[in-house]
């Protein structure tokens, strides 16, 4: 007789959150990056202050006379709310009986082998769906699902445009220096750091874009001065290409053949940044969460129809949060 998984060690909802928390993680190149930093909260809201920095020189004053004031700047705060990503599976009796397990010859599978099997798999979708949310942050807006409906645009909620700037990179055009353009991309974002450092700039680019970039004739020429043809041959420049002080990279992502970066364009963002970016996490809705510090997974398990069958059930309720969407600038490529 296979162990009742509902009473037996390692399936209180404490345990299954601890074990799916623990499954290998299967991240996207956004997540591997690191630059979301992971915040608890204790409710699905929660506010940034905003406060237009003021700067400005000051003057001096004769000796004894009054002394000029301080000016801070504008004060408001923004609401956010996390969304509540819930998702469920079932595994019946009937789907286990005489099923031999995976990789096996003779070894019937177990229910507890199933629910595993089923948990990896529920969890490897709700990655994929954070690495989807962590690029649309890079982005400027954050996308559901359906990537329609928009579920928080961050140039709005700060009162901001979106930088986009368009980068000549037609074969044709021999006298434009790519060289220069980043150079004005780098001077753009120091010039609206608002106080943050950063130490470096990376561009996550599409295939076109990419392919368009290398190929510029300034950059071919640069090449063809300092390498061999063979060094060139030898290299793959889509993992991290770095030029004029920012770091090109490919970035391929795509779920049922949607995008995440559009053809022709690319997205720049400042790296090492302290509080720019981060993973807000808000608790399940489960009476035994309630006012705890949220963590990225839970999941629990419940019996059904006569213990005929176990519903399960897995959240993540993250909110990619950038706080200086001013630094994010889209780049479309002319070719």
């Given at each position: 007789?296979?162990?009742?998984?509902?009473?037996?060690?390692?399936?209180?909802?404490?345990?299954?959150?601890?074990?799916?928390?623990?499954?290998?993680?299967?991240?996207?190149?956004?997540?591997?990056?690191?630059?979301?930093?992971?915040?608890?909260?204790?409710?699905?809201?929660?506010?940034?202050?905003?406060?237009?920095?003021?700067?400005?020189?000051?003057?001096?004053?004769?000796?004894?006379?009054?002394?000029?004031?301080?000016?801070?700047?504008?004060?408001?705060?923004?609401?956010?709310?996390?969304?509540?990503?819930?998702?469920?599976?079932?595994?019946?009796?009937?789907?286990?009986?005489?099923?031999?397990?995976?990789?096996?010859?003779?070894?019937?599978?177990?229910?507890?082998?199933?629910?595993?099997?089923?948990?990896?798999?529920?969890?490897?979708?709700?990655?994929?769906?954070?690495?989807?949310?962590?690029?649309?942050?890079?982005?400027?807006?954050?996308?559901?699902?359906?990537?329609?409906?928009?579920?928080?645009?961050?140039?709005?909620?700060?009162?901001?445009?979106?930088?986009?700037?368009?980068?000549?990179?037609?074969?044709?055009?021999?006298?434009?220096?790519?060289?220069?353009?980043?150079?004005?991309?780098?001077?753009?974002?120091?010039?609206?750091?608002?106080?943050?450092?950063?130490?470096?700039?990376?561009?996550?680019?599409?295939?076109?874009?990419?392919?368009?970039?290398?190929?510029?004739?300034?950059?071919?020429?640069?090449?063809?001065?300092?390498?061999?043809?063979?060094?060139?041959?030898?290299?793959?420049?889509?993992?991290?290409?770095?030029?004029?002080?920012?770091?090109?990279?490919?970035?391929?992502?795509?779920?049922?053949?949607?995008?995440?970066?559009?053809?022709?364009?690319a997205y720049a963002f400042p790296e090492g940044t302290?509080?720019?970016?981060?993973?807000?996490?808000?608790?399940?809705?489960?009476?035994?969460?309630?006012?705890?510090?949220?963590?990225?997974?839970?999941?629990?398990?419940?019996?059904?129809?006569?213990?005929?069958?176990?519903?399960?059930?897995?959240?993540?309720?993250?909110?990619?949060?950038?706080?200086?969407?001013?630094?994010?600038?889209?780049?479309?490529?002319?070719?």
């Open positions: 007789m296979y162990p009742n998984p509902l009473t037996g060690n390692g399936y209180s909802l404490t345990e299954l959150t601890q074990a799916i928390n623990v499954l290998p993680n299967m991240y996207g190149r956004v997540t591997q990056m690191g630059l979301f930093t992971t915040r608890g909260l204790t409710t699905p809201t929660f506010t940034i202050e905003y406060r237009d920095g003021v700067l400005a020189l000051v003057p001096t004053t004769p000796w004894g006379g009054p002394a000029p004031k301080n000016q801070m700047g504008k004060s408001r705060t923004i609401p956010f709310v996390v969304p509540h990503t819930p998702f469920e599976d079932l595994v019946k009796a009937s789907e286990v009986m005489g099923i031999r397990a995976f990789g096996t010859d003779n070894v019937a599978e177990s229910v507890n082998s199933r629910v595993n099997d089923k948990l990896q798999v529920m969890k490897n979708k709700i990655d994929q769906t954070m690495e989807f949310r962590r690029m649309g942050a890079l982005k400027g807006i954050v996308y559901d699902a359906d990537g329609e409906t928009v579920l928080v645009n961050y140039f709005e909620s700060f009162g901001i445009q979106q930088q986009v700037m368009s980068w000549d990179l037609r074969k044709t055009n021999t006298t434009t220096l790519v060289r220069d353009m980043v150079v004005d991309l780098a001077r753009y974002m120091e010039d609206h750091a608002q106080g943050a450092t950063f130490t470096g700039i990376r561009v996550l680019c599409s295939p076109e874009f990419f392919t368009a970039l290398i190929s510029a004739p300034s950059v071919e020429r640069i090449y063809a001065a300092s390498l061999s043809l063979a060094q060139v041959a030898a290299q793959d420049l889509r993992r991290g290409w770095q030029f004029a002080g920012a770091t090109f990279e490919e970035y391929r992502g795509v779920v049922n053949g949607n995008k995440f970066i559009e053809p022709g364009a302290t509080d720019m970016f981060s993973d807000m996490v808000a608790p399940a809705d489960f009476l035994e969460t309630v006012n705890t510090v949220g963590i990225p997974y839970y999941a629990r398990q419940a019996n059904q129809d006569m213990n005929r069958g176990i519903d399960l059930h897995v959240q993540s309720n993250i909110l990619p949060m950038v706080t200086r969407p001013g630094l994010l600038v889209k780049l479309v490529a002319q070719v």
